[in-house]
C-alpha cells in the first residue's frame, strides 16, 4: 500500500509540473490546441490526485451506506462533492483569497471553509443517528451533504488557478480546473457506485424491517460523527 502511494504521488508530481509548462507556453503563445491537448493528462491528475488519502471518500462511503441512497443519488452526491471541492478552489483562486491562510505551517489551506465543513457534516451525522433513534418522515439531504463535505478547497486546483491568473492567463486555469473535475468526480463517482451496490446488498440481508433500516442508518451517521471528530481532533 505504501508503495502505491508513493507511486500515485511521484505521478501527479510529475503532471503537475506538465500541466504547469504547458500553461506557461499557453500564456506565451496563445495556442488553445496544445492547451486542450493537455487537458487528458489534467484528467489523469485529478485521478491520481484522487486517490490519494483524502477527499471525504471515506465520508461519502458511510453516508451512501447510511442513507442507502438509489444509484442516480449516489452518483449525483459524488459528482457534487467533486463540483464543490474543484469549485471553491476556483473561486478563492480568482478572487476570494482572503479565505486561504498564508502561516507557514497552513500555506494553501481554507481554515473557515475547513471549520464550516465539519460542522455542517458533524450535523448530518447527529441528524443521521436521531433519525434512527426517532424516526421522522423526513428524507435524506445528498445535497446538502455534498456541498458541506466538498467545501474544502482542492489546494492543487489552487495553485494552478492561481499560477495561471499570475500568467494572465485565467482561462487556462479554469480549462485545467474542469479537467480537475472530471478526473476527481470519476474516481468518487467509482466510490459512490461501490457504497451504493453495498448498501443495495444489504438492504437485501435486512429486508424490510423498520429496525434492521434504521439500525443501518444510526450506524452511518456514528460512523460519520466519529470521522469528523477524528478529523477536528487530528
Known sequence: ???ILAFL?????????????????FSASGDWLALL???????????????????NKLVLATFVLGERLGL???????MLLSATHIG?????????????????????????????????LAAIAVWMVWRAIWPTRSHEHPGLF????????????LFTVVMATSMGSPEAGAIFALAMLVGVGSVLSLVGLAAHV??????????RLDLAGRAVLGLGGAMLLLLVLISLLG
Request: contains cysteine; neutral net charge; glycine residues 10%.
Open 1 to 3: 500500500m505504501t508503495d
Open 9 to 25: 504521488v511521484a505521478l501527479q508530481g510529475d503532471i503537475q509540473r506538465s500541466v504547469a509548462d504547458q500553461i506557461s507556453a
Open 37 to 55: 491537448g493537455a487537458m487528458p493528462l489534467a484528467v489523469a491528475f485529478g485521478m491520481a490526485h484522487a486517490l490519494t488519502p483524502g477527499h
Open 72 to 78: 442516480l443519488k449516489a452518483l449525483t452526491t459524488s
Open 88 to 120: 471553491s478552489a476556483v473561486a478563492i483562486g480568482f478572487g476570494a483569497n482572503w479565505l486561504v491562510s498564508r502561516t507557514i505551517t497552513q500555506a494553501g489551506r481554507a481554515p473557515l471553509l475547513e471549520t464550516t465543513s465539519q460542522v455542517l
Open 146 to 157: 455534498a456541498v458541506a463535505a466538498g467545501l474544502v478547497p482542492c489546494p492543487l486546483t
Open 198 to 207: 453495498g448498501a443495495a446488498r444489504m438492504s437485501g440481508i435486512v429486508g
